[in-house]
């Protein structure tokens, strides 16, 4: 370790592999468990429930073509959830819809669970602070505005989310390979977040470490994994939609207007958000000097830009935009990276020390 550089422990940040690295401790244990009962009372309803009225079916009929064959919702494939698709509608040709919904549930909320646990590790932040936070953000609703959730019922972007943190997890962690993998697939599986999401991790990586050998490997395993998912979506777009301008304009305000539609999202919401975003901007930059919040500060940039794209497009009358769901990440990570940065402030103070947070070791 040169000097001016602390570990891993000496920080109080986990290690790679964190919490699941070692026996838990009783409180960890009854923490995650409390969460998971949580979790199943708030958001544990009959499947299908919700989106996943569709995002259900449509597997379902990959397996059983006979079944609403006549349906125009479902003339044409997902494209851009193909993965997705595909995994489901394997299970479902020989398990009930309903059980490989609860399937997908419960697999995408551990991995969730694991990820934020794992990522607040690398804030210093213990796991059952951490199990704490999940449940203040999940009972506040998730998002501030624009209806996102991470934590709910089966669709594609609750597996692609919880994969990328994972993945900014492991960048931080310095496990290039592992990062690029998940981000990568993570990207395939819902390639608008993964892009969105995936894409401002990239760009904080960049930033920090320059053109490195472990941020190339990382760069080409996140080209190559998310590939599959990324030309699935161009191949669908390719064929045309045939909507225009006007039309994305007629959705925003009436079929999505919950999603896309600023002027239908409280103005509180947007007051919200600016206060959440400015606090972790603070953060970050009070605790500059350790790579963590240097990253995260650097992550809430290119999302926050594309956030206020949106609201130049809509005024502008730009519909098309839109059609890229620039309302999505930074409403649902901002009040989540609110109660971690929150809960780091309390239990592991800024300190005085120094530079690069000796997290990132070559070789992952």
């Excluded at 468990?33 to 009372?41: G, K, N, Q, R, S």
């Excluded at 909507?243 to 999603?259: E, K, Q, T």
């Excluded at 600023?262 to 605790?287: D, E, I, M, Q």
């Amino acid at each position: 370790m040169t000097e001016g550089e602390e570990s891993v422990a000496d920080r109080g940040i986990e290690a790679p592999g964190g919490f699941l690295a070692r026996p838990p401790d009783p409180v960890t244990v009854l923490s995650l468990f409390l969460l998971a009962v949580f979790l199943v009372l708030v958001l544990g309803q009959p499947v299908p429930h919700s989106n996943e009225h569709f995002y259900l079916l449509a597997p379902f009929r990959l397996s059983h073509p006979e079944f609403l064959s006549h349906e125009w919702v479902f003339s044409s494939p997902q494209f851009e959830h193909l993965l997705f698709d595909g995994i489901a509608g394997a299970l479902m040709a020989f398990l009930p819809l309903e059980a490989v919904g609860w399937i997908l549930r419960f697999v995408s909320w551990g991995i969730t669970v694991a990820a934020i646990v794992l990522l607040s590790g690398s804030l210093g932040v213990r796991p059952w602070m951490a199990a704490g936070a999940i449940a203040v953000w999940v009972a506040n609703g998730q998002s501030v505005l624009g209806g996102e959730w991470i934590l709910g019922g089966a669709e594609a972007k609750v597996i692609a989310y919880p994969l990328l943190l994972l993945g900014i997890h492991y960048l931080l962690v310095g496990r290039a390979s592992l990062a690029g993998a998940l981000v990568g697939i993570g990207t395939s599986f819902h390639p608008l977040v993964g892009i969105q999401l995936g894409g401002a991790a990239w760009m904080g990586a960049l930033f920090l470490l320059g053109w490195t050998r472990e941020m190339g490997k990382f760069t080409l395993l996140v080209f190559l994994l998310s590939l599959p998912g990324v030309l699935a979506t161009f191949m669908g777009a390719s064929q045309g939609d045939g909507l225009s301008n006007a039309d994305w304009g007629y959705l925003a305000r009436f079929a999505l207007s919950n999603h896309i539609d600023p002027s239908s999202f409280p103005s509180r919401a947007f007051v919200t958000l600016a206060v959440l975003t400015s606090f972790n901007g603070l953060v970050c930059w009070v605790r500059r000097e350790e790579m963590s919040f240097r990253f995260f500060g650097i992550l809430h940039i290119p999302l926050a830009a594309l956030l206020i794209a949106g609201l130049l497009a809509w005024h502008l009358e730009a519909y098309l935009f839109l059609q890229f769901m620039p309302f999505r990440v930074l409403p649902v990570l901002a009040p989540l990276l609110f109660l971690l940065f929150l809960a780091t402030l309390f239990h592991h103070p800024p300190s005085p020390a120094s530079g690069q947070c000796g997290c990132w070791e070559p070789g992952g």
